[in-house]
């Protein structure tokens, strides 16, 4: 679930990988970004979520956007934790994650630092929720 153009223009392999229990279909996500010093940006999107995507174990997973890599990976329960490394041109954004997922909504947040340039390091907090709302699109 990518609300990747607003959220980061404000900047911005799988251990122990269980199978995810998320739904395919349409998935509609509110993410708030809240950055030190900053009013919160909120966001809504929506986005197909294919079978291939969950069964890859990392591409259904919720990311700040950019070019991401997840590392450290692991789903116990409904509950995945991982670190995520995002980059979009200048800036960078690391972290760590947490979200409980189920079949048809799944909640949690990424805590981060946004880095850009010479510019001081910004403490980033995305809370992420979403449902499934429907079939894809044909």
Do not use: H
């Not at 269980?18 to 009013?39: D, F, I, K, N, Y």
């Not at 990976?73 to 041109?89: E, L, N």
């Not at 409980?100 to 001081?120: C, F, Q, S």
């Amino acid at each position: 679930m990518r609300v990747a153009a607003l959220l980061l223009a404000a900047l911005v392999p799988a251990a122990a990988q269980a199978a995810s229990p998320m739904q395919p279909g349409l998935w509609e996500s509110t993410v708030s970004v809240s950055r030190t010093g900053r009013v919160p940006l909120v966001a809504t999107d929506r986005d197909c979520v294919t079978q291939k995507e969950i069964d890859d174990g990392t591409k259904s997973l919720p990311r700040p956007g950019g070019e991401c890599e997840l590392t450290n990976i692991v789903s116990d329960g409904g509950k995945t934790t991982y670190d995520f490394a995002c980059r979009d041109g200048p800036a960078t954004l690391q972290g760590k994650a947490e979200f409980m997922i189920e079949a048809t909504r799944y909640e949690g947040k990424l805590d981060a630092v946004a880095r850009r340039g010479t510019n001081p390091d910004t403490p980033t907090t995305m809370t992420w929720a979403a449902k499934r709302v429907g079939e894809c699109p044909p």
